[in-house]
Structure formats: structure tokens, C-alpha cells
């Protein structure tokens, strides 16, 4: 009685093992097959949408005179990577923003959106 309780145990558990083995593959075909935020295209500098808002990926080549918050010292410490509209992880070279949706900007880039990331 013992032995063949134990018996149904171990082959449910085969089972159930083997199910999550074979399904483990699938899973990881699923998810190479949705997008991630870096398979977003780059932003191009001269997107009109970009040049609106004086989007640079180098943010020390904003032009200042026709976007002046970037000016002086306390501009020079906007960086996409440290505004709120963005939303790349730490580290990364380029990451989302949401004024432009469905590209991605260069962590040390900058535009006159930039607003100051909270917290
Ligand atoms: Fe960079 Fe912020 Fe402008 Fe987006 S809104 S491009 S993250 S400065």
C-alpha cells in the first residue's frame, strides 16, 4: 500500500517534470520573440520631432543658443540618463523615452523636455 502510493507520487512527479522540461523551451521561444526596449530603433538626430526639441545624442552639443536651459552650470547636468522622461535601465548606452515613443535615446543625450528625474 505504502509502495504503490509512493510509486503514483514519483511518476506524477516524473511527469510533471518532464512537462516543465519540454515546455521550458517554448517559454524561451516565446519571449525572443516579443521586442525588448533595446531592439527599438535609435532616435535620429533629424527626426523632425527630434530637431523640434534640439534632441542631440551628445548632450555637450545641445545648441544653447536656441536652447538655452541647457546652458550654464546647472544645464550642464541634464543627461537623458537623469531625466524623469526616461526610462533605459543604469548602465545602458541608449534606453526609452516617453516623448518618443517607440525609439530609443542615447543615455547621455539630451532635448528640451528634459525634466528632472525624481527622487
Ligand atoms: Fe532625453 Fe528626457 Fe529629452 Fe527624452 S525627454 S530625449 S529622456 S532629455
Known amino acids: 500500500m ?16 518532464a512537462l516543465s522540461m519540454a515546455a ?5 521561444l516565446l519571449l525572443q520573440g516579443s521586442a525588448g526596449a533595446e531592439d527599438l530603433p535609435k532616435l535620429d538626430e533629424s527626426d523632425p520631432a527630434a530637431q523640434s526639441l534640439g534632441y542631440v545624442h551628445d548632450a555637450t552639443k545641445a ?13 550642464a547636468t541634464e543627461f537623458c540618463k537623469n531625466c524623469q522622461l526616461y526610462s533605459g535601465a543604469a548602465g545602458q548606452e541608449w534606453g526609452p523615452c516617453s516623448i518618443f515613443a517607440g525609439k530609443q535615446v542615447n543615455a547621455n543625450g539630451w532635448c528640451n523636455a528634459w525634466v528632472k528625474k525624481a527622487g
Open 2 to 17: 505504502f509502495n504503490n502510493c509512493s510509486d503514483k507520487s514519483r511518476r506524477r512527479f516524473l511527469k510533471i517534470s
Open 63 to 75: 545648441d544653447v543658443k536656441k536652447f538655452p536651459k541647457r546652458a550654464g552650470p546647472d544645464g
Open 24 to 28: 521550458a523551451p517554448l517559454g524561451n
